[in-house]
């Protein structure tokens, strides 16, 4: 019988062997920056087109390649980082297994120009599909020029797997920051399709992390420092109280290589413990150093996690200093009295100018005058109300004079009626939770249980709501109905709002401008590093625009909708899941009938924005059977 195993010709080898090392056009970034780490540029430039679909280029100073080596780094395992097994075991170097650059020549069309500092001339060498195509020499500066593009020219089905362009770029930029948080001496600039997205000078570390993520970030951040015979750590937490909706600035770094670690992060989030809101999250950029033998690179095949020797001293070494920066740098506990809600203004009267009470004296009212007085001398205060001058003798105030005090005040019955619709503020501020046009009277009473249901008896039996997915719900509905029909009304704001964001975040606001601004929000600005906002929709206070739009922006991190509705959608998702009264508030009885009949007003009130039940009713039969034992 024939054999039937056959060795696999190179280039198909090395397109399967690329899918390991080449998932999207981001890898090809961090494949390519670290090969210009390695090549020890001090200036290294990415330049992107179509969020790296048509071209990935890296451009750096470093040492550049002989003839022959030009040649050869496109041959698997062909790698200059290390020569012997225990190599590994003292790396200085990003890359070491020789593989990138023969995985990304075998699935794109490459072209790298290189020359060392030595030579007179360089070399220009393509490369499409692992096969060379043509090489020359070449007049070059020092250093290489990698582009690769037609990323997965020849596996379609790999590039129709390719998500959105905003989503290709936010990994690169992803790639691109933490290749250049770990390198702060080196300059770094990226360009996507022809405009500059970073231009980072070298610097200490402090002056990178605020370059890449906006000027505001400087206050925020708290030092950490620590030396022990196992680890040296450095680098910057971020205060308690900019702490953040979602994960987005979180960064370890072991010998200046990007990590995660969810192990290390609960260290972290130990050191936080009670400092932070719910669901809020700190911004970190540490810098571990641990000598090369005491760790295990190979782990993963792109290299993201590693394995450590002594974790557990790691982690008890991590947390300690971080709880001893943030007592140091005195962030730690603040008492936190609850704030008295009745002391806020509610949001009608937010902005709006303070008017002069109704009641007037009217200037001309003088008890001790005469019944018919004489107009007197009368003084002008700034304020523009005016007093009269005394007069001359006591005389008992006519019936008459005594109502002219009260000038201004209606006198008919008209009063009555009308104090119907005088709303109390304490009022108000609850009323303006749920902002519903209020639907006729609620039948029943409600009443609310441990801060987290209201129940109520209806003909059948009785409803059990759980509050906080009722109101997500009620507020979806109309957070979409605002949008849907593009006429939401907006609060303008006193003064208006200076958010900050980094650059990333920038981008996905812009894109989902129309549809906030379709919510009620009023950009005055959208710049690179922060939005002026001028005014909000009218169910949301100031106080909560920053949690909403980051909320916001951790929901869409991974995926922003294509389409203008799913856009719309998860907006409105994003923004009720925000603003929806949570469990563990306290409702009073109009807020639980409004919330009620809010529920029942919306078009699909059985189920969340989330899918998940919003109430469930027991019937009296239900009741019986319980109590018939
Ligand atoms: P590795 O980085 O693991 O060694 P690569 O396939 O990424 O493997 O690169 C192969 C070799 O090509 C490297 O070891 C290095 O010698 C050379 N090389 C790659 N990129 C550059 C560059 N930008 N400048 C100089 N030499 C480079
Ligand atoms: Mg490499």
Same mark, same amino acid.
């Given at each position: 019988?024939?054999?039937?195993?056959?060795?696999?010709?190179? &280039?198909?080898?090395?397109?399967?062997?690329?899918?390991?090392?080449?998932?999207?056009?981001?890898?090809?970034?961090?494949?390519?920056?670290?090969?210009?780490?390695?090549?020890?540029?001090?200036?290294?430039?990415?330049?992107?087109?179509?969020?790296?679909?048509?071209?990935?280029?890296? $451009?750096?100073?470093?040492?550049?390649?002989?003839?022959? #080596?030009?040649?050869?780094?496109?041959?698997? &395992?062909?790698?200059?980082?290390?020569?012997?097994?225990?190599?590994?075991?003292?790396? &200085?170097?990003?890359?070491?297994?020789?593989?990138?650059?023969?995985?990304?020549?075998?699935?794109?069309?490459? !072209?790298?120009?290189?020359?060392?500092?030595?030579?007179?001339?360089?070399?220009?060498?393509?490369?499409?599909?692992?096969?060379?195509?043509?090489?020359?020499?070449?007049?070059?500066?020092?250093?290489?020029?990698?582009?690769?593009?037609?990323?997965?020219?020849?596996?379609?089905?790999?590039?129709?797997?390719?998500?959105?362009?905003?989503?290709?770029?936010?990994?690169?930029?992803?790639?691109?920051?933490?290749?250049?948080?770990?390198?702060?001496?080196?300059?770094?600039?990226?360009?996507?399709?022809? +405009?500059?997205?970073?231009?980072?000078?070298?610097?200490?570390?402090?002056?990178?992390?605020?370059?890449?993520?906006?000027?505001?970030?400087?206050?925020?951040?708290?030092?950490?420092?620590?030396?022990?015979?196992?680890?040296?750590?450095?680098?910057?937490?971020?205060?308690?109280?900019?702490?953040?909706?979602?994960?987005? =600035?979180?960064?370890?770094?072991?010998?200046?290589?990007?990590?995660?670690?969810?192990?290390?992060?609960?260290?972290?989030?130990?050191?936080?413990?009670?400092?932070?809101?719910?669901?809020?999250? @700190?911004?970190?950029?540490?810098?571990?150093?641990?000598?090369?033998?005491?760790?295990? $690179?190979?782990?993963?095949?792109?290299?993201? =996690?590693?394995?450590? #020797?002594?974790?557990?001293?790691?982690?008890?070494?991590?947390?300690?200093?971080?709880?001893?920066?943030?007592?140091?740098?005195?962030?730690?506990?603040?008492?936190?009295?609850?704030?008295?809600?009745?002391?806020?203004?509610?949001?009608?009267?937010?902005?709006?100018?303070?008017?002069?009470?109704?009641?007037?004296?009217?200037?001309?009212?003088?008890?001790?005058?005469?019944? #018919?007085?004489?107009?007197?001398?009368?003084?002008?205060?700034?304020?523009?109300?005016?007093?009269?001058?005394?007069?001359?003798?006591?005389?008992? @105030?006519?019936?008459?004079?005594?109502? +002219?005090?009260?000038?201004?005040?209606?006198?008919?019955? =008209?009063?009555?009626?009308?104090?119907?619709?005088?709303?109390?503020?304490?009022?108000?501020?609850?009323?303006?939770?749920?902002?519903?046009? !209020?639907?006729?009277?609620?039948?029943?009473?409600?009443?609310?249980?441990?801060?987290?249901?209201?129940?109520?008896?209806?003909?059948?039996?009785?409803?059990?709501?759980?509050?906080?997915?009722?109101?997500?719900?009620?507020?979806?509905?109309?957070?979409?109905?605002?949008?849907?029909?593009?006429?939401?009304?907006?609060?303008?704001?006193?003064?208006?709002?200076?958010?900050?964001?980094?650059?990333? !975040?920038?981008?996905?606001?812009?894109?989902?401008?129309?549809?906030?601004?379709?919510?009620?929000?009023?950009?005055?600005?959208?710049?690179?590093?922060?939005?002026?906002?001028?005014?909000?929709?009218?169910?949301?206070?100031?106080?909560?625009?920053?949690?909403?739009?980051?909320?916001?922006?951790?929901?869409?991190?991974?995926?922003?909708?294509?389409?203008?509705?799913?856009?719309?959608?998860? $907006?409105?998702?994003?923004?009720?899941?925000?603003?929806?009264?949570?469990?563990?508030?306290?409702?009073?009885?109009?807020?639980?009938?409004?919330?009620?009949?809010?529920?029942?007003?919306?078009?699909?009130?059985?189920?969340?924005?989330?899918?998940?039940?919003?109430?469930?009713?027991?019937?009296?039969?239900?009741? #019986?059977?319980?109590?018939?034992?």
């Amino acid at each position: 019988m024939s054999s039937i195993i056959q060795l696999l010709p190179d &280039h198909v080898a090395n397109q399967i062997a690329a899918g390991e090392v080449v998932q999207r056009p981001a890898s090809v970034v961090k494949e390519l920056l670290e090969n210009a780490v390695d090549a020890k540029a001090n200036d290294i430039k990415l330049i992107i087109k179509d969020a790296g679909k048509s071209l990935v280029q890296v $451009i750096d100073n470093g040492v550049g390649m002989s003839v022959t #080596d030009a040649r050869l780094c496109f041959e698997r &395992h062909a790698t200059s980082k290390i020569r012997a097994a225990e190599d590994l075991f003292s790396l &200085h170097t990003k890359g070491f297994r020789g593989e990138a650059l023969a995985s990304i020549a075998a699935i794109a069309h490459v !072209e790298m120009k290189t020359k060392q500092e030595q030579d007179e001339l360089g070399t220009h060498l393509a490369i499409e599909g692992g096969k060379f195509v043509s090489q020359d020499v070449a007049v070059l500066p020092k250093g290489t020029s990698f582009a690769v593009k037609n990323l997965f020219f020849n596996i379609p089905a790999r590039r129709n797997f390719l998500k959105s362009d905003t989503v290709e770029h936010r990994h690169i930029v992803d790639e691109f920051q933490r290749v250049a948080l770990a390198h702060p001496n080196i300059h770094f600039t990226m360009y996507h399709n022809g +405009s500059e997205m970073f231009n980072l000078p070298a610097s200490n570390l402090r002056q990178r992390i605020v370059n890449i993520f906006s000027g505001k970030t400087n206050e925020k951040l708290v030092p950490i420092q620590e030396s022990t015979e196992i680890v040296g750590i450095q680098g910057f937490v971020s205060k308690p109280e900019f702490a953040k909706k979602n994960r987005g =600035e979180q960064f370890f770094f072991v010998n200046d290589r990007f990590i995660k670690s969810g192990y290390l992060h609960h260290a972290i989030m130990a050191a936080y413990e009670g400092l932070l809101k719910d669901g809020c999250q @700190p911004s970190y950029f540490i810098y571990l150093d641990v000598p090369p033998n005491t760790i295990d $690179i190979n782990i993963h095949p792109t290299k993201t =996690e590693i394995k450590f #020797d002594d974790e557990h001293a790691l982690y008890a070494i991590l947390r300690s200093a971080i709880k001893h920066s943030l007592g140091q740098f005195n962030v730690a506990p603040v008492l936190d009295f609850d704030r008295d809600s009745n002391l806020d203004t509610p949001y009608e009267y937010e902005g709006k100018e303070a008017s002069m009470p109704l009641i007037q004296v009217d200037a001309n009212f003088n008890p001790f005058g005469d019944p #018919d007085p004489a107009p007197t001398k009368s003084y002008s205060s700034g304020s523009g109300s005016s007093y009269s001058g005394s007069g001359s003798s006591y005389r008992k @105030p006519e019936p008459s004079n005594w109502e +002219s005090l009260y000038v201004g005040l209606k006198q008919d019955t =008209e009063t009555i009626t009308d104090i119907q619709d005088i709303q109390f503020e304490s009022e108000e501020v609850t009323g303006s939770l749920f902002n519903d046009k !209020e639907i006729e009277e609620a039948i029943y009473k409600t009443y609310q249980i441990h801060k987290k249901y209201i129940v109520s008896p209806i003909k059948s039996g009785m409803v059990i709501i759980d509050q906080q997915r009722a109101h997500q719900r009620v507020l979806y509905e109309q957070f979409l109905a605002n949008m849907t029909v593009n006429q939401a009304s907006s609060q303008q704001l006193l003064f208006p709002l200076n958010l900050y964001f980094s650059s990333q !975040e920038i981008i996905l606001i812009s894109e989902l401008q129309l549809s906030l601004v379709n919510t009620g929000f009023v950009f005055e600005e959208v710049k690179e590093d922060h939005v002026v906002i001028s005014g909000i929709p009218v169910n949301v206070t100031e106080s909560e625009v920053s949690i909403l739009l980051e909320q916001l922006l951790s929901d869409l991190q991974d995926e922003i909708p294509e389409s203008s509705f799913s856009q719309n959608d998860t $907006i409105a998702k994003s923004m009720a899941k925000s603003l929806a009264v949570k469990t563990g508030t306290y409702l009073t009885e109009r807020e639980q009938e409004n919330l009620v009949n809010g529920l029942f007003a919306c078009k699909e009130p059985n189920v969340s924005p989330f899918h998940k039940p919003t109430f469930i009713t027991m019937s009296v039969e239900d009741l #019986d059977k319980k109590f018939a034992v």
